[in-house]
């Protein structure tokens, strides 16, 4: 079993999601993408755990400017996409696209989804229900085109909408507010959106994160993951 520890950084500016994993089998653990170190050492401290490994989805300051300070403080292996090496401060570890990481015995698979950027990464516990998305895919919305076009996103979209809908998903930011008008804008009458952003005000009024959401709900509300042609696509980027 894995389980999942929710670290909100760059709290009020750019409201990043660090994501501490412990793989409960051999109590080994993770932290993916960490754009600060307090907030995360503050957590670790908190659950008494040292992490093993530091996991990137893909190289930008926001979710690895944490990796060489913790990398100190835990000797944690920094673990990244092969093909992005250069770009990963404190790289050790390559993964490849289409091939597996373990911690302990949760098994990451390691999805390309080149579109925010070039070697971005998605890691997906099957077993486990979890679906790390980096700046790929946000609650309502997706990650901007820094480096990749609407095609490459819509490949990337293609890979996320074909896994099953009681996978839930973590993305690298709290973007829910933000991206809530244009899919209301979308989809003024939907009830699966209006409970959707029911149920997301609630928790962040109670100061809780959005995520966890099933790829099903997100499938149903989400306008970018609705888009079923890359024409349909076009029109929302
Ligand atoms: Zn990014
Ligand atoms: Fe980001």
């Known amino acids: 079993m894995l389980k999942i520890h929710t670290v909100l950084c760059r709290a009020g500016t750019m409201d990043n ?5 412990i793989d409960e089998a051999t109590g080994l653990s993770a932290v993916i993408d960490p754009s600060e170190p307090a907030p995360v050492i503050a957590e670790c401290t908190k659950l008494g755990i040292t ?22 403080l835990y000797k944690a292996k920094v673990v990244a ?18 091939k597996t990481f373990a911690l302990g015995q949760s098994i990451a698979q390691i999805i390309d989804v080149s579109a925010h950027t070039q070697g971005h990464i998605l890691y997906y516990f099957a077993k486990d229900k979890a ?29 996320i909408k074909a896994l099953p809908d009681d996978v839930n998903f973590y993305p690298g930011h709290e973007y829910t ?3 809530a008008a244009a899919a209301f804008h979308a989809a003024p009458q939907d009830t699966n959106l209006r409970n959707y952003l029911r149920r997301a005000d609630e928790k962040l009024k109670q100061g809780q994160p959005v995520c966890p959401v099933t790829l099903g709900e997100e499938k149903n509300c989400n ?7 890359l024409d349909q696509l076009k029109k929302l980027i």
Do not use: W
């Open 81 to 98: 996409n092969v093909n992005d090496s250069a770009r990963i401060p404190g790289f050790d570890i390559g993964v490849e696209p289409g």
């Open 51 to 72: 992490p093993d490994y530091i996991l990137n989805t893909h190289h930008h300051f926001d979710h690895t400017d944490g990796n060489l300070a913790l990398k100190e």
């Open 131 to 159: 679906l790390f998305t980096g700046d790929t895919l946000f609650n309502l919305c997706v990650g901007g085109l820094f480096e990749g076009s609407i095609d490459e996103m819509y490949t990337a979209l293609q890979k």
């Open 17 to 21: 999601y660090a994501y501490i994993l």
């Open 223 to 229: 306008p970018y993951l609705k888009a079923e042609t």
């Open 177 to 179: 507010i933000h991206a």
